[in-house]
């Protein structure tokens, strides 16, 4: 497939990880993307999926870190998700429909498509891409997954896409961008590196031939200094913003 060229928005502006959330104001939620729209930032956000195939902001596979709930995201339907708060809150897990319906184009969408190795990422790449489709505000998916790309090159191809990589986090996907032809599968027009292993000889390989450098998660100024020398737009939270 013929390289083509990301758009311009990817690298004129800072994200904000899973929203701008601190706290009082929990990650991936209604107050933390009004508060980056606020701010003047792009968001990034995580998907999961609902027992009947709803693409829901959310980052973990398990409900027990962010709520007061336990068990497995997908085992509950969408509207049984939709009534749990989150954190102490007044705050509810929300669709993805109600997030592109809230931000209305106003500041670009980074879209991460939460996988596993054993999962069935097809589905969940339908059901987004539909979500997706009518949306006319700047946005890009992504995954550290390089399937989530092939499905989209394929499938949806006019959507600007990303890999998500690292060499540092052990989470299944460690070192997975480097597995023979996992870039070629996955299509990125845009590569999301994890902060600590920048700079590096393929990353600023992949900069020096003019595709973008986006980066995560930048979360001190130590670190953001990195970024801004090593990288072409900042996902960042925390003492990690400007």
């Given at each position: 497939m013929a390289r083509r060229r990301a758009p311009d928005w990817l690298t004129q502006w800072e994200f904000a990880h899973r929203g701008l959330h601190h706290t009082g104001v929990p990650e991936n939620s209604r107050d933390a993307a009004?508060?980056?729209?606020?701010?003047?930032?792009?968001?990034?956000?995580?998907?999961?999926?609902?027992?009947?195939?709803?693409?829901?902001?959310?980052?973990d596979w398990e409900l027990d870190r962010l709520t007061g709930e336990r068990g497995k995201v997908v085992a509950r339907s969408a509207e049984e998700l939709q009534h749990i708060t989150l954190l102490?809150?007044?705050?509810?897990?929300?669709?993805?429909?109600?997030?592109?319906e809230l931000v209305a184009g106003t500041v670009p969408i980074l879209v991460e498509v939460k996988s596993r190795p054993d999962f069935a990422l097809a589905e969940a790449c339908i059901a987004i891409a539909r979500q997706l489709a009518d949306y006319t505000g700047p946005f890009a998916v992504m995954s550290f997954d390089p399937r989530m790309g092939e499905w989209f090159a394929k499938h949806a191809p006019q959507i600007?896409?990303?890999?998500?990589?690292?060499?540092?986090l052990d989470h299944g996907y460690r070192h997975a961008w480097r597995a023979p032809h996992a870039l070629e599968r996955a299509a990125p027009d845009f590569l999301a590196s994890d902060v600590r292993d920048i700079p590096g000889a393929l990353t600023s390989l992949w900069r020096e031939t003019g595709r973008p450098l986006l980066t995560w998660t930048v979360r001190t100024p130590e670190l953001?200094?990195?970024?801004?020398?090593?990288?072409?737009?900042?996902?960042?939270?925390?003492?990690?913003?400007?």
């Open positions: 009004e508060g980056a729209i606020a701010a003047g930032m792009g968001i990034e956000c995580d998907i999961q999926m609902s027992r009947d195939g709803v693409p829901l902001v959310f980052h102490d809150t007044d705050q509810t897990i929300w669709p993805l429909a109600e997030l592109l600007t896409r990303g890999l998500v990589i690292t060499d540092t953001r200094a990195l970024a801004l020398a090593h990288a072409d737009a900042l996902i960042a939270e925390g003492a990690g913003l400007a």
